[in-house]
């Protein structure tokens, strides 16, 4: 028995002793090789969501940045970890973890006020400039906004984006923006994912984004995200805030000539959530106290209504719906051409913006997302001529309405998005009927035009290595003229005039008239250099089909939108950049050196002597060419406590080449000529100064090269009538541009938990009153009794001419 018991005895020992303690190790092996996912979302103390927080993993280095909805996933081998999240203007915090399963979690961050004064949301984490993948892209906070100097007393996006490197303006009062050499219908301006198709109040003079509903923008100059598109140059994606969850709260303003109100808390705890935000403009009665008597009787005015609501039935879902509608009114009663007074038309022009936005986020799981979105954007311009012998109205419209689904799946080192989008356009490009028994316009209707976009797209976002990080994705799109349309053909197809037209082929509702498909790629990669060094290249491509059609250089909403079709082809824009980022400091100072090259075909401009508004056949007026833009940009941005600033310079180019069949245009033909947009030098200085946690001091100067002009060379005489003679376009710069705006802004003591808050804010928009000139043109002067005598004068017209003083109080409860 003791024999047969003793070898059992010597297995056990074995087993117990040499073979389990190995076979334990084995499977903690297995245990400690095992992913797991760590997701969650980040929020502020009062739970907005927070995008672009910096999250990051103190022991593996590796880390990734929340997303719009400040939702983020990691994955990582079962351990303990410290994760670290960050965001400029918040108290770092850092989340002691032992990930021995998935976890979900929602993170709260809390402002600092460690500093002179209160510091609120800017642009990211302190080494996102290096270390993100992202190429041409900047981005803006609401505080960074409030900060700049402000004309009339709001605070105005538009206006601060035109401070950034490689964004331009033709001038004061345009209403729009130009990017890296494009033309401004090539920027798509999204509010909560509805695109605008004027971002404008008072010919420009104000943006219509609503600050105070605002949380940040995103200008992508280069690098565009596949989901979007239909623009050839640029993006500029404003999101609003969420409505407040801890309580109801009223926030407002009061300036010289608008003023506005927001109000915003839960309707249904932890579920529902309400915001509506107004704002108005009483321009006419400032305009009522100026000395010119000629701009007494000008009208200038704006309203506006945002609501937003959002419905969140647990953590992982949410509902949000946005409704805006915006109205304008602007008669100049005179103008003002430089130093003279010359009278202008009375004619009143008006326009409405309206749109909304309906979407749902969800997320399956810590690693799957979806989200599904609705939109309708609508424009509509026109204008009234009192004019007895020509009373008239006119009306036109654009709208879009889109909807869209994207996935989202979030990998260790990949954050993957592929979707499908549709559009469909509408276009009434004008009507003009005549208004009362002796006006002598006849009725004019222009036929709508319609159009169909269908996307799909896919993106990635790959960190290959510590030091190599990759982003890219490919854009598929397909789009179709609709009809019913009537298309005339032509006896020359290379030479289209109304003389010319043979035939018309007639289409049936809902039948293509002409289709157009295309793939866009784009990519970047980020090659880190050292800790706060990176290398970054990237190239895209993009397409677009609807046109912005002018041949005015005066800020009026009447230019006409245009859809691709038999003969106007769709522009294309194809982009390539490289740049060195370095950070100095602990990332104190951010600088950045990049150089970018465009090119562009089918750019859309027009015949001498054309006039649009009304053109039947507009492919009669429209010439197309190939451009190209090329240039520099640098960037030098300072934090800090008490003084924080940015220097930002680009240098750069913009021509077209047309190739004209009309002997009008023989000067243009096969030459390239600057872009009406065109500025080589740009200069932005912006400065911000603390005196303390209440008081402190805005400063931003801009210069930027004078505008191309288009002057005659030489004259002829017809008759006894003086003729300039033109030869060649865009050929004679305008004087520089540059102007000092100035704001001092006195906030409320931020150690002190007051509910009622209220800040001053006091500015001088053009501090030394130059008159910048906005556009310069040409008078004909035929009236004197000697030929010889007849000539050509030139004037410069200028929209803000002089020094524009504002106060305005802010007050938050």
Known sequence: MTRRIAPVLALLFVFFFLVAPRAQEDVHAIFRDRSYTFSGQVKTMDGQVMKDVNVKVRETKQGVTTDENGFFSLTLKTGAYNL?????????????????????????????????????????????????????????????????????????????????????????????????????????????????????????????????????????????????????????????????????????????????????????????????????????????????????????????????????????????????????????????????????????????????????????????????????????????????????????????????????????????????????????????????????????????????????????????????????????????????????????????????????????????VQRYACLEPRFSLRLNLGEQTSLKAGYQRAYQYLHLISNTTSALPTDRWKLSDSYLKPQIADQASIGLFRNFLENAVETSLEFFYKQMEHIPDYRSGANLLLLEAPETAILQGKGKAYGMEFSLRKKGARLEGAINYTYSRAEIRINSPYPEDRFLTGESYPANFNRPHLLNVNMLYRFNRRLFLSANFTYQSGRPATLPEDRYEVGNFFLPNYTSRNETPAPAFHRLDLGLTLEPDPRLRRKYKDRWIFSVYNVYARKNPYSLFVETINSRPISTANRAKIYQLSIIGTLVPSVSYEFEF
């Open 84 to 512: 670290e999240f960050s965001f400029v203007g918040y108290k770092t915090k850092v989340v002691p973890l032992e990930l021995k399963l998935n976890l979900n979690m929602v993170v709260r961050l809390e402002e600092s006020l460690e500093v002179l004064e209160e510091v609120t949301i800017t642009e990211g984490g302190s080494d996102r400039n290096t270390q993100s993948a992202e190429q041409g892209i900047a981005k803006l906070g609401v505080q960074r906004i409030r900060e700049l100097p402000t004309l009339l007393g709001e605070s105005d996006v538009i206006r601060s984006i035109q401070t950034l490197p490689g964004v331009a303006s033709v001038g004061e009062g345009a209403t729009g923006f130009n990017v890296r050499g494009g033309n401004a219908d090539q920027n798509l301006i999204l509010v909560y994912d509805i695109p605008l198709f004027n971002a404008t109040h008072l010919i420009g003079l104000y943006s219509a984004i609503n600050p105070d509903l605002l949380r940040d923008v995103t200008l992508y100059r280069s690098g565009m995200p596949a989901r979007f598109g239909g623009r050839a140059s640029s993006v500029l994606d404003a999101r609003l805030r969420e409505p407040a969850r801890d309580g109801w709260h009223v926030r407002g303003s009061a300036g010289l000539i608008s003023s506005r109100l927001l109000v915003e808390g839960p309707a249904i705890k932890d579920k529902l959530f309400l915001a509506a935000g107004a704002r108005i403009s009483y321009a006419d009665y400032f305009f009522r106290w100026v000395l010119k008597p000629e701009l007494k009787d000008t009208e200038a005015n704006f309203s506006e209504l945002t609501l937003k609501a959002v419905y969140k039935p647990n953590e992982l879902d949410q509902v949000a719906l946005t409704v805006f509608r915006s109205r304008d009114a602007f008669r100049l009663a005179g103008d003002s051409l430089s130093t003279l007074e010359v009278n202008a038309t009375s004619t009143r022009f008006r326009w409405i913006n309206e749109g909304a936005s309906l979407k749902w986020n969800t997320y399956f799981s810590e690693k799957w997302g979806l989200s599904l979105l609705a939109t309708f954007s609508r424009y509509l311009p026109g204008f009234e001529v009192p004019n007895l012998v020509n009373a008239s109205e006119f009306e036109a419209s654009v709208s879009q309405v889109q909807g869209q689904a994207e996935w989202k799946y979030f990998a260790e080192k990949h954050e993957v998005a592929a979707g499908v989008q549709t559009s469909r356009y509408s276009i009434h490009p004008g009507e003009l009927q005549p208004v009362g028994a002796g006006s002598a316009i006849n009725p004019k209707i222009l036929p709508q035009e319609r159009g169909l976009e269908a996307v799909v797209y896919i993106s990635d976002d790959w960190t290959i290595s510590e030091n190599l990080r990759a982003s890219g994705g490919l854009r598929l799109n397909s789009f179709s003229f609709l009809g019913p349309a009537d298309v005339y053909q032509y006896s020359d197809p290379a030479f289209l005039d109304l003389t010319t037209i043979s035939d018309t082929i007639r289409y049936g509702k809902g039948k293509p």
